[in-house]
């Protein structure tokens, strides 16, 4: 379903979208203070949540094919190929190839319109709300303004990304 472009001072957000920020608050909330648990009882520990979705593919199957054992897989809204993958041990450079290579192997298996977006959370400093807020806002803005096959990371306070960081990957795709 395509909206209308919003205005940067406007608050309200589309019926679907704030669905889609309560559908992801609650299937990752006990997962992500699970690992917010093991980040302060056992340090130095960082984990990655890849936000995705595609056109024309079966994103769940594929997604479980390719992910790694120690990488949590939770589907979001199947009938709107809607993922979250979460990557533990893994900072922002590897979270990048790896989104990288998951457009790539898409694209490869007949998949278009892959809309991606990463955070990296390296401490519990932001409230797990906070952190995924942020996460499907930039998810919603990126697929408003049709910004596919392209990883994007989310920007928490204090950790500023400068503009030609915020875009790490991009596919071009040939429409054939």
Same mark, same amino acid.
């Given at each position: ?26 299937? /990752?909330?006990?997962?992500? &203070? ?17 936000? /995705? ?9 594929? /997604? ?20 979250? /993958?979460?990557?533990? +041990?893994?900072?922002? &450079? ?9 457009? +790539? ?66 596919? &071009?795709?040939?429409? +054939?």
């Amino acid at each position: 379903m395509q909206h209308e472009r919003r205005t940067n001072i406007e608050v309200s957000f589309h019926e679907d979208e704030v669905k889609l920020a309560k559908t992801v608050m609650d299937k /990752l909330r006990t997962t992500v &203070e699970f690992l917010y648990y093991l980040m302060d009882y056992r340090g130095k520990v960082s984990f990655t949540m890849i936000i /995705l979705s595609a056109d024309d593919i079966k994103l769940g199957v594929w /997604l479980q094919k390719w992910k790694r054992n120690t990488d949590v897989l939770i589907e979001i809204d199947p009938a709107k190929n809607v993922y979250v /993958l979460i990557c533990q +041990s893994t900072d922002r &450079e590897g979270g990048k190839k790896f989104a990288e290579i998951l457009i +790539s192997n898409i694209g490869m298996n007949g998949g278009h319109g892959t809309y991606c977006v990463e955070t990296v959370l390296k401490s519990t400093k932001h409230s797990i709300q906070e952190v995924i807020f942020k996460m499907v806002e930039k998810y919603i803005s990126v697929k408003q303004e049709e910004k596919s096959n392209q990883v994007f990371f989310t920007e928490l306070e204090n950790e500023k990304i400068s503009d030609n960081e915020e875009i790490v990957y991009k596919n &071009e795709v040939v429409e +054939s």
